[in-house]
């Protein structure tokens, strides 16, 4: 179970492909609970079907330099596509007599990037007052003919005496498809983890929506967190899922106290099945584009499975100002609400946007890794109407291209032009990054820029780079991506195996990709014994915790249902 306070789990993982509703004597039609040592217990529900919605990833292609030498793109520090995966994959490899209904999906390659920390910054000076960035570029393992560049930029931490009261209004989905423990039992849970970190300077609302929506509370003090507490332990699920009505509501409620407070924020909470009222994707956006301009920001926090509609509630964080995390376990909502409160809560930049220029004299041509979706006209890059993306206190954001350099053999396609020549300046710089961002509350952007060259091309590269290359390895196996070119999971678990990986988030993704490659390669039968040969090493080695094998160390009783 894990500590509220620290976040830690104590409980020890169950060996080997387990029949839960065999090992407790039900059908496997009920819900299911096993008992591990320690005493604690998991909970499973099984979907007889499975409504879930999750888009493809649509990978960018490579481009010639002569004919596109920029690339621009709003930021994103999402993370929910990862954690989302994470947990169908666990409950794949846990729960494999059950009827899984839930798929693997693509994953958004960023969202996993941008899940875990780095000491890209680690030394680096500010480039101004917010942030850091650093460019690495190595060999990149599944091309032979590219080099990958590792852009990261690192937003200050808030410092203590800048930190003030937050306008928070916490709309709940309190709909039938939300009364399961992993939906409406996780989200109150964690939701009071953030009710801990709250003080006097804080306001709280909630409002809930289902049939119809409901004020139950409006203006709180946060330091009144029994009262926050109590509102939240009478919540109950069911009736229909009117989001648009819960919407309107809440931001009605947040500009109702907005004075006074220099962050105010909507923390929706939902599986996004919305089936009354609003409830296309499309128009999800025009209705919370239309809120964009009210200094509100939005946080979409994701719960459960089965039903779950991540395009709609990707869709409302990117149009809402706002941010994307999906909460399979306590221990990620810790993370989320406690460990990355000020990243969660607080913007340090409005409208952040990137863009690179390549130089053809010694850039052929690149492929950009992640943020599809968030691709942008060129022109919009300077064009202050357009809206980017928020960057939080803290927050870190990676971004990677292949870069096909002039001596790769490798062909981009013909691109003579009938009207034009393309002469270069004679700089030595391989690229540049410029970044526009708003200062938090302000009209016009500020202009930053970053040049890349030939000290950025390491021979040896950092453990960082080397781990981002994995996490993007494993997302183009699991994208069953064109670009893999052959890469087996085997060769990124190799890489992981000779990292230190001292960061328990990055051993979990250690464990993650060795539960992936039992899923793609072992039988069930072959995947029970790893579990017990696992379990019988840890004994003899007298491990405190081994539970973190296969990523098992966030689970709690919320972690499948």
Not at 39 to 51: A, L, R, V
Not at 215 to 231: H, M, N, Q, T
Not at 380 to 391: A, S
Request: charged letters at 25%.
């Amino acid at each position: 179970m894990v500590d509220a306070v620290t976040g830690n789990t104590s409980a020890i993982i169950p060996s080997g492909n387990v029949n839960l509703g065999e090992a407790q004597g039900n059908s496997s039609s009920a819900p299911s609970e096993m008992v591990i040592p320690g005493g604690e217990y998991f909970y499973y529900e099984p979907e007889d079907f499975n409504t879930s919605e999750f888009k493809e990833v649509e990978e960018s292609n490579y481009l010639n330099v002569l004919t596109s030498p920029l690339s621009t793109f709003a930021a994103d520090v999402d993370t929910a596509s990862y954690t989302n995966y994470r947990n169908i994959l666990r409950n794949k490899l846990w729960y494999t007599n059950l009827r899984i209904s839930e798929d693997l999906h693509d994953i958004r390659v960023e969202e996993i990037m941008n899940y875990f920390d780095y000491d890209f910054a680690e030394g680096k000076n500010y480039i101004n007052d917010k942030f850091v960035i650093n460019a690495e570029i190595g060999d990149t393992p599944w091309n032979a003919d590219s080099k990958l560049l590792v852009v990261n930029v690192k937003a200050k931490e808030l410092p203590e005496e800048e930190k003030s009261g937050s306008n928070l209004v916490f709309l709940i989905d309190t709909s039938g498809s939300m009364n399961q423990t992993n939906k409406i039992g996780l989200l109150v849970d964690s939701m009071k983890l953030l009710v801990e970190q709250l003080t006097e300077e804080d306001t709280v609302s909630i409002v809930t929506y289902a049939s119809n929506d409901r004020v139950v509370l409006d203006g709180v003090k946060g330091s009144d967190k029994e009262k926050i507490i109590d509102a939240l332990d009478e919540l109950f699920a069911g009736g229909s899922t009117n989001g648009e009505g819960g919407i309107k509501k809440a931001y009605k409620i947040a500009q109702k106290h907005m004075k006074g407070h220099s962050n105010s924020r909507i923390i929706m909470c939902s599986d996004g099945d919305l089936n009354v009222g609003i409830s296309s994707e499309s128009a999800l956006i025009d209705l919370i584009s239309e809120k964009r301009d009210t200094g509100i920001y939005l946080s979409v926090l994701g719960f459960g499975e089965g039903n779950y509609k991540d395009n709609k509630m990707e869709a409302l964080a990117n149009n809402g100002n706002g941010n994307y995390y999906y909460i399979d376990t306590l221990k990620e909502g810790y993370k989320v609400l406690v460990e990355d409160l000020s990243s969660t809560l607080v913007t340090i930049a409005d409208d952040v946007k990137f863009q690179l220029e390549f130089n053809p004299e010694y850039v052929k041509g690149y492929r950009k890794i992640g943020y599809e979706n968030r691709d942008m006209a060129n022109e919009d890059f300077h064009d202050d109407t357009k809206d980017g993306g928020e960057v939080g206190y803290g927050h870190e954001v990676t971004v990677v291209y292949e870069l096909i350099m002039n001596d790769s053999d490798m062909e981009l396609g013909n691109t003579d032009l009938k009207y034009q020549q393309s002469t270069t300046t004679g700089s030595s710089d391989w690229l540049t990054v410029s970044i526009r961002y708003k200062d938090h509350g302000e009209k016009e952007s500020q202009l930053i820029e970053y040049v890349v060259d030939d000290g950025n091309y390491l021979l040896e590269n950092t453990d960082d780079w080397r781990f981002v290359s994995d996490v993007i390895g494993f997302a183009l196996i699991a994208n069953n991506s064109e670009y893999a070119n052959g890469l087996k999971i085997d060769s990124v678990i190799a890489d992981l195996d000779s990292l230190n990986l001292v960061d328990e988030n990055k051993q979990e993704f250690y464990g993650l990709t060795i539960g992936y490659g039992l899923y793609l390669d072992q039988t069930e039968k072959e995947i029970e014994e790893y579990f017990e040969e696992e379990l019988e090493e840890q004994e003899e080695d007298k491990i405190a915790e081994p539970d973190s094998f296969l990523g098992l160390a966030n689970s709690d009783s919320y972690s499948a249902g």
